[in-house]
């Protein structure tokens, strides 16, 4: 009885003469709510408006602005001036909020408010909605079945808490942009159609409600949905191949280059890139967002067919995206991975396959990252890389001045470009391996092994091992922290304003050729080739047109060794370009190789041979790497009867002028006058006689005629010499004799 009297005192002196001067409102804890608040008269439609807990409005909200929200904190009002009330917005209740408020003008009058705030089933959800334009989306407000006969409302805020779409109890036509459902038990259903950029923000689901003391209606929101809305900028086709990779870079305005970034497949849940400027992977899918730029990077790798579909890159809030539609192909054509290796300060060449179809297209190298991420060559760098098309879908890359930074595994393939889109569907994988220039080094000598490394790995430790450093078969030489340390035939420096790692072996025998690798931990090997070459050299000496055979000792006694004998002036120069024969290919041309394991040797044989063939040669020997030379050096001549032929004759001719000499001087000495001519067979005169008529072939005579005393010995001496084109030079001296005595000489030069 006395609670009934206590309420019916309430309720009168909250209604006089008509005016509510107090009212409960009901909310729920993690919802939202709304109610009005009228004027008393005409004259308050200027003045300040307030919902205050205290006089100091430190909880609540006060303001003069009319048509206008104004805001503080989680409250919200709004002076509709010519409705004659105001409207109050509470977002997020708490618990504490539970309380005594006033609601009214500060200066002459005011309503209480007492605001009860509950716990309600499913009340205070929140949900974020996302969707692109041109769709549908629909979603659903459950309600607490109290409701169930009560009127649902849609409320939507828009540049401000609050704006009011509609509400109903029934459904809505379907010719609606917004229609609501209240045909399922619960639950109200909420259809948006063809949605644009517009329909993105905040909408809220609830549910009018009466309060305990008057008949003024209040709004309860029990969900709150937040729905993003997405413009497409851009569609694009790409094209990829099975088992290899896509690079796409998706370009957005730069006022958005700080915005976070969003990757998503089909209907997929959107992976948000929350770091920028880092790559971040998700599955297979790789992403990077570029705040420099306003890019996306995304890369995807190991394509399958299930990898198609419609990918959408885009900017999460400000809902921009660009539709990519990835198509995975089947292919057996392009090359598979390739390996190649460079010397630093050379250059190396890398073949690379392109559709034909994308003949225009331009021509991509990339190079994977420690995260197997291939990322474009920065510009700085594109400078040493030189593109040409050799023939119809295959190009070419040369890097030239390879450096150490240069080793790693590249891929390249065909960029298509978009407005706001470029693809790379990279075909070609190629682990390209980066050395040191061979060190060659002479038996008994000393070689230098340079290992240079980055400024960052300045203050590490460096070591020398031959194998390759951190693997169990390597054999550590030296450390730089060992530098200290005596050790036989090794010393070492660092010299970190230069970043170089320098490694001196002295006395150099055969076993230490092999492949040394500069390391710095496990992150940084550089490999350098030490050949050495043995004291000893061969030499020998062939006639052209004839053959020479070569012998070269086994300096190892290795079954698995690898023989070969090249031609060049360094043997590292020899052993890639001007290898002959080797255990591989026995025979070339006019040259072969055989062993002779017994003998500890094996012989190269060259027949044939030309002036040309004179050079310096190489027996090499090779084992996993390792290489051992003796130096050849071939001289082949001109053929020996030539040069006796010619000593011969000129030691002949000689002679002959000798003796012409002698018979002058004995035909002076007797007084024998040179015209006093005999008779003596065919030679009635001395004759000398110069034929004209074939100067090919002229004979010079020239006879003299002897005392014909028989004691004198030599009657009669004749000396002729002809010049024949055909026969050279002939020579003939003969002697006559009265009684017969007769002798004669003959000889002929004839070259060859």
């Known amino acids: 009885m006395r609670a009934a009297i206590i309420i019916f005192i309430f309720i009168t002196l909250c209604l006089i003469s008509g005016q509510v001067l107090c009212f409960r409102v009901i909310g729920c804890a993690g ?103 041109g769709k549908t989306i629909t979603f659903h407000c459950e309600y607490d079945h109290k409701f169930k006969t009560r009127t649902k409302v849609l409320y939507r805020l828009k540049e401000g808490p609050v704006h009011v779409l509609n509400s109903s109890q029934s459904s809505q036509s379907s010719e609606e942009k917004i229609i609501l459902s209240n045909s399922h038990e619960d639950h109200l259903t909420v259809t948006i159609r063809h949605i644009s950029a517009d329909d993105g923000g905040v909408y809220l689901c609830g549910a009018e409600r009466y309060g305990s003391y008057s008949s003024i209606t209040h709004i309860t929101f029990i969900k709150e949905i937040q729905l993003n809305v997405y413009s497409r900028i851009a569609s694009v086709q790409v094209q990829a191949y099975s088992s290899k990779s896509v690079f796409i870079t998706c370009k957005f305005p730069q006022e958005f280059r700080r915005n976070k970034k969003f990757i998503q497949k089909d209907s997929s849940q959107k992976i948000i890139v929350d770091e920028q400027n880092q790559w971040v992977r998700h599955d297979k899918v790789h992403m990077y967002d570029d705040s420099s730029e306003g890019l996306l990077k995304v890369f995807i790798s190991d394509l399958t067919e299930e990898d198609g579909g419609t990918y959408r890159c885009g900017v999460n809030i400000v809902h921009l995206f660009t539709d990519v539609k990835l198509t995975v192909n089947q292919v057996d054509h392009f090359r598979a991975s390739s390996k190649a290796s460079a010397v630093i300060g050379e250059s190396v060449k890398l073949t690379c396959d392109f559709p034909e179809k994308h003949g225009e297209t331009f021509k991509h190298i990339c190079r994977e990252n420690e995260q197997k991420i291939c990322e474009s060559i920065s510009s700085s760098e594109q400078k040493r890389f030189e593109f040409s098309v050799s023939t119809a879908g295959v190009f070419t890359v040369i890097i030239s001045n390879v450096s150490e930074r240069d080793a790693g595994v590249y891929w390249c393939g065909a960029e298509t470009r978009d407005t706001h889109l470029t693809s790379v569907s990279l075909t070609n994988q190629h682990h390209l391996t980066v050395t040191m220039p061979p060190v060659v080094g002479r038996e008994g000598g000393s070689s230098e092994i340079k290992c240079p490394y980055n400024a960052k790995h300045s203050r590490e430790v460096k070591q020398l091992c031959k194998g390759k450093c951190f693997t169990e078969d390597a054999q550590n030489i030296i450390r730089s922290d060992e530098a200290y340390i005596i050790k036989s035939r090794i010393s070492v420096k660092d010299d970190p304003e230069l970043n170089l790692f320098t490694v001196t072996l002295s006395e150099l025998r055969a076993e230490d050729a092999g492949i040394y690798w500069c390391a710095v931990r496990d992150e940084f090997n550089l490999p350098t080739e030490l050949m050495i070459v043995m004291k000893d050299a061969v030499t020998r000496e062939a006639s052209v047109g004839g053959s020479v055979s070569i012998s070269c000792q086994f300096i190892r006694n290795h079954t698995s060794l690898q023989r070969s004998f090249c031609r060049g002036d360094q043997p590292n120069i020899c052993v890639r370009d001007g290898v002959r024969v080797s255990s591989n290919t026995r025979t070339n041309g006019r040259f072969s190789l055989t062993d002779e394991t017994s003998a500890g040797v094996f012989t190269v044989n060259i027949n044939n041979l030309t002036e040309e063939d004179s050079g310096k040669y190489w027996c090499a020997e090779e084992s996993s790497g390792s290489f051992v030379f003796t130096e050849v050096h071939l001289h082949v001549i001109r053929g020996s009867s030539m040069i006796v032929a010619v000593s011969v004759g000129l030691i002949l001719l000689a002679v002959c002028l000798v003796l012409v000499l002698f018979i002058i001087k004995y035909n002076r000495k007797h007084g024998i006058p040179s015209s006093d001519r005999r008779e003596t067979g065919d030679h009635d005169m001395a004759q000398e006689e110069i034929q004209d008529s074939d100067p090919a072939s002229t004979a010079l005579y020239s006879t003299a005629q002897l005392p014909t005393n028989p004691s004198d010995g030599l009657l009669y001496a004749a000396v002729s010499f002809q010049k024949h084109a055909e026969s050279g030079v002939h020579c003939s001296v003969s002697k006559e004799e009265i009684h017969s005595d007769y002798a004669s000489v003959k000889h002929s030069i004839t070259p060859n």
Not at 45 to 65: P, T, Y
Request: net charge neutral; hydrophobic share 25%.
């Open 31 to 133: 919802g939202s709510l709304m109610f009005k608040c009228t004027y008393k008269n005409e004259n308050d439609q200027h003045k300040e408006k307030r919902f205050c807990r205290d006089r100091s409005c430190k909880m609540g909200i006060s303001s003069e602005l009319q048509r206008r929200w104004d805001y503080n904190e989680r409250f919200a009002l709004y002076d509709d001036e010519n409705s004659r009330f105001f409207t109050v917005f509470i977002r997020n209740l708490r618990r504490e909020d539970d309380g005594e408020y006033a609601c009214g003008n500060k200066q002459k009058w005011s309503h209480d408010v007492e605001l009860k705030v509950n716990r309600e089933s499913g009340c205070g959800t929140s949900v974020i909605q996302d969707e692109y334009v």
